[in-house]
């Protein structure tokens, strides 16, 4: 001790000063999304995931409270489709569909997605959580995809700016639904879905006012019940 005294040199004490391992929360974020998807909220715990990620359970313990919170994060933080501005409506859709293509061809993410809205459904911790840190701010991005296009007056103001994204999410989910039970579908099929899909709408919402488009040549039902011709 005397020695290393006079040389200014001292033993550091045990655990003090370590840094904080980079690459623990990108493991642990993928093995969460891991066990999610193959196990389901009934299996989801931090030692299942510290033993998916290969990494100490104190590692998990001590970076997330709760399971919902880090399940949340996985979400948000693995390859979830972000709105984002590419400078036209076409763009913008069509960036975004590829996105969503790339989510469905992975059986871990579509999987993991099909699971969270029932769990938040009878979960009201993991709905919170996710409402604040995915679907509020997920949902005013992909907002402001249709609010960019009529204000570039791509769109015809009458139409909701929510529409042609509700669309382009529901169109995808759909296929995606139908495809994954006649042996999934590639990435690529996806992808050439996906711009199909954005052609279709982007010729239906920019050609026509939703007002002329929905009455022009339509007799609602309780109109034709009183015309004896109808």
Known sequence: MAAEAESGTSRPSPGRGRKRDPNIEPKVFTAALRVYAAEGWSGFSFDAIAREAGVGKPAVYLRWKEPEELLVHAFNEIHFPVARDCGSLREDLLDYALQWAEWFADPVTSNAGLRIRPDCEHNPELAEVYEKIIARPKRRAAMAIGRRAIARRELDPGIPAMAVVDLLIGGMMLHWSYARSRSGRSKRS???????????????????????????????????????GA
């Open 190 to 228: 996806l992808s050439m879905y996906a711009r199909t899909l954005v052609d279709i709408i982007l010729t239906g919402a920019t050609h026509q006012p939703p007002e002329v488009a929905i009455l022009e040549g339509f007799t609602p039902r309780s109109a034709r019940a009183h015309d004896p």
